[in-house]
T-cell receptor
Framework: ETGVTQSPTHLIKTRGQQVTLRCSSQ?????VSWYQQALGQGPQFIFQ???????GRGNFPPRFSGLQFPNYSSELNVNALELDDSALYLC???????????FGSGTRLTVV | DAKTTQPTSMDCAEGRAANLPCNHS???????VYWYRQIHSQGPQYIIH???NNETNEMASLIITEDRKSSTLILPHATLRDTAVYYC?????????????FGAGTRLAVHP
C-alpha cells in the first residue's frame, strides 16, 4: 500500500503571494488533516476534511483554506502569505475520524 | 482538553530499554493516550495507543497507570534509529472529529 505523499517538497514564496500544497492520502483513507510545524515546535492542527467536507478547524485565520476531492486527496491553500507562514506543512490521513494517522513527509514552505 | 507533560529530553544507551514517561492527570474516562514520534525531517509516525489496559505491538509497549493519570512508553531494545522526538497525546473528541494536539514532546537521544 502507498503512504501519504505531499507535493512539492520545498517551496519559496514572496510575502503577499498565494500558495497551494497538495496531498494524496493513503489508499482506503477518507479523512485528511493538515498541520503546520514551525521550526523547533510541535505540529499545530489547521483543519480536517472528512468525505469532502471540513470537519473541524484549529486556530488559523480564514486565509488558510482547503479542499478534499472525491478520491480523498486534498489541497491546502494559503492566501496573502506572511513571513510567519514559513513552516513545514504536514498532511495526515486516516480511515475515518480516528487518530491513528499516517503522515506525509511534509512541504517546507519559506516565505521571503 | 487533557494536557500532557513530558520531560524535555532523555538519553538511552543502544540496546537498553528506553522508558519515556508522560503525565496526563486531567484525562477523561473515555479519552485515549496516543504516542507518536518524529524523526528529524520526517512526518510524525504513529507508535501505539491505549485506554486503560497495557498495550504492546511490534514497536513498543504502553503502560498506563490504574488511575490513568500517567503512562510510560517503553522501547525494549533502543537502536540509534529510535533517536527522535516522542509525543504523548490525549486527543480531545469534540464535534464528531478528533485532532492531535502536539506539545513539545521528549527528545530521545540513543547513543552507542
Amino acid at each position: 500500500e502507498t503512504g501519504v505523499t505531499q507535493s512539492p517538497t520545498h517551496l519559496i514564496k514572496t510575502r503577499g503571494q498565494q500558495v497551494t500544497l497538495r496531498c494524496s492520502s493513503q489508499s482506503g483513507h477518507n479523512t485528511v488533516s493538515w498541520y503546520q510545524q514551525a521550526l523547533g515546535q510541535g505540529p499545530q492542527f489547521i483543519f480536517q476534511y472528512y468525505r469532502e467536507e471540513e470537519n473541524g478547524r484549529g486556530n488559523f485565520p480564514p486565509r488558510f483554506s482547503g479542499l478534499q476531492f472525491p478520491n480523498y486527496s486534498s489541497e491546502l491553500n494559503v492566501n496573502a502569505l506572511e513571513l510567519d507562514d514559513s513552516a513545514l506543512y504536514l498532511c495526515a490521513s486516516s480511515p475515518g475520524t480516528g487518530v491513528s494517522y499516517t503522515f506525509g513527509s511534509g512541504t517546507r514552505l519559506t516565505v521571503v | 482538553d487533557a494536557k500532557t507533560t513530558q520531560p524535555t529530553s532523555m538519553d538511552c544507551a543502544e540496546g537498553r530499554a528506553a522508558n519515556l514517561p508522560c503525565n496526563h492527570s486531567t484525562i477523561s474516562g473515555n479519552e485515549y493516550v496516543y504516542w507518536y514520534r518524529q524523526i528529524h525531517s520526517q512526518g510524525p509516525q504513529y507508535i501505539i495507543h491505549g485506554l486503560k489496559n497495557n498495550e504492546t505491538n511490534e514497536m513498543a509497549s504502553l503502560i498506563i497507570t490504574e488511575d490513568r493519570k500517567s503512562s510510560t512508553l517503553i522501547l525494549p531494545h533502543a537502536t540509534l534509529r529510535d533517536t527522535a522526538v516522542y509525543y504523548c497525546i490525549v486527543p480531545p473528541f469534540s464535534g464528531g472529529y478528533n485532532k492531535l494536539i502536539f506539545g513539545a514532546g521528549t527528545r530521545l537521544a540513543v547513543h552507542p
